[in-house]
């Protein structure tokens, strides 16, 4: 049997990135968490990776320690469904502070209301109510 994962690869920030998300849903669920070892590129000790849950979906989170010459694209996207306006306008505030606003919240026909924003690390996020 195999898995499928949406793999998020930081440069140096993926805790704080945790800590965010995990701030904005309730329904963000961190699960195991690893430290860099002896021997491993990473400092001994600090953040390596987290296997996480994001209403049922599963991410794994990692700090890459070399630094990149590319980071995220919006091209690819985590895509949430909201039950509540007032519940997407919140998570809208939170994860666009610092970040770009590629699609403002508004009504674009295909929903009642949406967004596609990148948060202060890159990742891009579309925010509908459907």
Same mark, same amino acid.
């Given at each position: ?34 430290? +860099? ?5 990473? *400092?001994?000790?600090?953040? /390596? %990776? ?8 599963? &991410? ?21 469904? +909201? ?5 997407? *306008?919140?998570?809208?505030? /939170? %994860? ?8 403002? &919240? ?25």
């Amino acid at each position: 049997m195999i898995t499928v994962l949406t793999h998020l690869m930081f440069q140096g920030e993926a805790e704080r990135a945790l800590e965010l998300y995990s701030s904005i849903f309730k329904e963000f669920q961190i699960g195991q968490v690893e430290k +860099f070892g002896p021997g491993e590129q990473g *400092e001994r000790g600090t953040f /390596k %990776l987290a296997h996480v849950s994001l209403a049922g979906h599963k &991410l794994l989170i990692f700090n890459s320690p070399p630094i990149h010459d590319f980071s995220f694209t919006p091209s690819m996207s985590l895509f949430v469904n +909201f039950d509540t306006q007032a519940e997407l *306008e919140s998570v809208f505030s /939170k %994860l666009s502070s610092d970040g770009k606003i590629m699609m403002p &919240l508004d009504h674009y026909g295909f929903s009642t209301k949406f967004a596609w924003i990148a948060d202060r690390f890159g990742v891009s996020w579309q925010l509908n109510l459907p």
